[in-house]
């Protein structure tokens, strides 16, 4: 199984169809910058940064989000950002440090 490459734009990740496999849909990214950036977005505590790292339909499930923001499952970046928002007042010194990247399959 080839590895998973992941390609960045401004506007988020985009596929990047392989001509010899036209079903494959591969990324190019290099996963420290990612890692980086992820980790910078997060301690700058900047939701535009943060929710840079989120596809615009996003599904993301998480038993706190249901405490903070009355639903389990928040579909797309604005229902994410207002999760992040508030989770963020709540922990103002919430800091990241990436201790390890994996890549692979």
């Not at 079903?23 to 990214?29: C, F, Q, R, V």
């Not at 596809?55 to 499930?61: P, S, T």
């Not at 950002?81 to 919430?94: F, G, N, V």
Request: with cysteine; glycine share 6%; hydrophobic share 35%.
């Amino acid at each position: 199984m080839p590895q998973s490459v992941l390609k960045c734009s401004p506007t988020g990740l985009r596929p990047v169809h392989h001509e010899k496999r036209p079903m494959m849909t591969t990324y190019t990214i290099d996963p420290w910058k990612f890692a980086q950036d992820w980790q910078d977005g997060w301690n700058s505590h900047d939701l535009d940064r943060i929710m840079a790292h989120y596809h615009k339909d996003v599904v993301f499930r998480s038993v706190k989000a249901q405490a903070l923001v009355g639903r389990g499952e928040l579909i797309g970046r604005h229902e994410l950002r207002r999760y992040w928002a508030e989770a963020l007042e709540r922990q103002p010194d919430l800091k990241f440090q990436v201790q390890e990247v994996f890549q692979g399959y």
